[in-house]
C-alpha cells in the first residue's frame, strides 16, 4: 500500500523560510514525486517534481531560483525548502507519486497523471 505523508507546513512571515517533506511508502523503482499547491479559490498547480532515478528536476516559473527539491533515497523521503516566501506562496502543499515517467518534462506539473496523493500541508504567508 502506498503512503504520502507531508509534513513542514506552517505559517511564516513574508521572507522567511520552510522546508516541506514527503515521506513515502510502498513505492518500489523508479517513480517521481511532484510538489502540487492549490490556494483558496485557484486550482492545483504543480510547482517542482523530481525523479528518484535519475534526480531529474523541474520547476514552474513562478518559483525557480525559491525552491530546491531533493530527495533521501535512503529514507524515501522528498524535500522541498522554500524560500524568500511571498504572500501568494499560501496554500496547502501537496506532495504526489506517478510511476510511470516516461516524457515527464511534458508533463509533470500536471495533476492528473500522478497516481498517489498525501493529505497536503498548509502554508500560510502573512505578516
Known amino acids: 500500500q502506498v503512503q504520502l505523508v507531508e509534513s513542514g507546513g506552517g505559517l511564516v512571515q513574508p521572507g522567511g523560510s520552510l522546508r516541506l517533506s514527503c515521506a513515502a511508502s510502498?513505492?518500489?523503482?523508479?517513480?517521481?514525486i511532484g510538489w502540487f499547491r492549490q490556494a483558496p479559490g485557484k486550482e492545483r498547480e504543480g510547482v517542482s517534481c523530481?525523479?528518484?532515478?535519475?534526480?531529474?528536476?523541474y520547476y514552474s516559473d513562478s518559483v525557480k531560483g525559491r525552491f530546491t527539491i531533493s530527495r533521501d533515497n535512503a529514507r524515501n523521503t522528498v524535500y522541498l525548502q522554500i524560500d524568500s516566501l511571498k504572500p501568494e506562496d499560501t496554500g496547502v502543499y501537496y506532495c504526489?507519486?506517478?510511476?510511470?515517467?516516461?516524457?515527464?518534462?511534458?508533463?509533470?506539473?500536471?495533476?492528473?497523471?500522478?497516481?498517489?496523493w498525501g493529505q497536503g500541508t498548509q502554508v500560510t504567508v502573512s505578516s
Open positions: 504526489a507519486a506517478v510511476l510511470h515517467i516516461k516524457w515527464i518534462p511534458t508533463w509533470w506539473a500536471s495533476a492528473a497523471p500522478y497516481d498517489y
Open positions: 510502498g513505492l518500489r523503482l523508479d517513480y517521481a
Open positions: 523530481i525523479s528518484t532515478s535519475d534526480g531529474s528536476t
